[in-house]
């Protein structure tokens, strides 16, 4: 399903975001990431798509690959650290921690008796819990039953304590809060609540990056960034989104790109909030393969900036991701195979389903001179899950990337 943002606006960046979000402070959270050594050092490619563009009958694909990131495996490694060292500062005044040496554990004598806790579906506690690995604090991760084992056991290897509930993402929230409250543990989520919005904040600020490596590698490539038509955004409960849109906004004003939120139809908050007007919930299950997009309630802080820059909002089924997934692991002669996880193929999915209707095409503005940036933002997280969906290991596909980059390093 697709609906069309009544509140979208074409504007300049309005003030009140910028004093919350802006490219001053994305521009520093990536120098404080720079040294982090949980990271790739550099950005993540960005890689063209021509032959699947000629079939989709656009001019272009551009595919950021978050993927490449770091080996926490998706983009929730930019937000988490970030979060985390400005709570950090914020609670130790005094102590004037540096950012880069509370990621190099400079501090940890001094930080043993500190602990923080979060919900999560997957690849944010994991971010959070290697950044308390690396900082020295202690880290606490609440899991909800849809949350497999296989990632339950990514999260625990850098160090964090489990805590498993029976309910889903959104109780899995409000356990993380009451054990916060009893035991003087800090939340560090990214979602925002009533009483809630520097962390998710912070957060959003370090997904800044992502746009900012966009705009760098397509000036490097000596292409204006201006010439993007859209942009697809994965859902959730609206920080990613929120991040990135942001960021552009604020460079573009009025000319910014047409920006297209993308989430599984079962867990549909910002489709419910672009029809409502203000932040909602899901009607859905919230059940979704997508498990990192499976939120019920969108971020009231999110929304804040994705109900006056976000044109359009859609819906997806599941085996539509499945079936992006599988098309990015192929290839082809002309593009590179990408190993993309459930919710990292969303945009792409989304993408599929418009150009299909050609009612919806014409409505968003796609035709044959549209270039379309979408962000792979997850690698195999659940290595398991990935080759029962794709048929094939992670593995076996990054052998073919390798084969497919040598062989273009060879013409």
Request: aromatic residues 6%; contains cysteine; negative net charge.
């Amino acid at each position: 399903m697709l609906i069309a943002n009544p509140n979208a606006a074409r504007a300049s960046y309005p003030e009140a975001l910028q004093n919350i979000m802006s490219i001053r402070k994305a521009d520093e959270s990536r120098v404080w990431l720079a040294g982090w050594s949980r990271l790739n050092s550099g950005g993540t490619p960005l890689y063209s798509l021509p032959g699947m563009a000629a079939e989709l009958g656009v001019a272009d694909i551009l595919v950021k690959d978050e993927s490449e990131r770091s080996v926490l495996g998706s983009f929730k490694a930019l937000g988490a650290p970030i979060a985390l060292v400005r709570l950090i500062q914020r609670q130790f005044p005094a102590q004037r921690f540096e950012a880069r040496g509370l990621l190099a554990g400079e501090y940890r004598s001094v930080l043993a008796g500190f602990t923080v806790i979060s919900a999560t579906d997957g690849n944010h506690g994991r971010a959070l819990a290697a950044a308390a690995q690396s900082v020295g604090c202690r880290c606490v991760i609440v899991l909800h039953a849809n949350v497999s084992i296989e990632r339950e056991e990514a999260i625990a290897a850098y160090g964090a304590e489990i805590v498993r509930i029976s309910g889903n993402y959104d109780q899995s929230v409000e356990e993380a809060a009451a054990l916060a409250t009893k035991n003087g543990w800090l939340v560090v989520s990214d979602t925002s609540y009533d009483g809630y919005e520097e962390i998710p904040r912070d957060v959003m600020q370090g997904y800044g990056v992502i746009a900012a490596e966009i705009v760098e590698a397509l000036a490097l490539r000596q292409i204006s960034s201006r010439t993007l038509t859209h942009f697809f955004l994965q859902g959730g409960v609206g920080g990613l989104a929120a991040g990135i849109a942001g960021y552009l906004w604020e460079l573009f004003g009025a000319e910014r790109p047409t920006f297209i939120v993308v989430e599984p139809v079962q867990a549909d908050c910002l489709f419910q909030s672009a029809i409502a007007g203000r932040a909602s919930k899901a009607t859905g299950s919230v059940d979704s393969v997508m498990a990192g997009l499976a939120c019920g309630e969108t971020s009231p802080l999110a929304w804040r900036f994705l109900q006056s820059c976000i044109d359009f909002f859609m819906t997806i089924e599941d085996d539509e991701a499945v079936t992006a997934m599988r098309r990015l692991a192929a290839g082809s002669a002309s593009d590179i195979p990408l190993v993309a996880g459930e919710s990292g193929v969303a945009g792409l999915a989304g993408l599929i389903g418009l150009v299909n209707d050609p009612r919806l095409a014409e409505q968003v503005g796609l035709n044959g001179e549209s270039r379309v940036l979408l962000i792979n933002t997850e690698g195999a997280t659940a290595p398991g899950v990935y080759r029962e969906l794709v048929s094939e290991s992670a593995q076996s596909v990054l052998v073919r990337q390798r084969a497919w980059l040598q062989g273009r390093c060879a013409k």
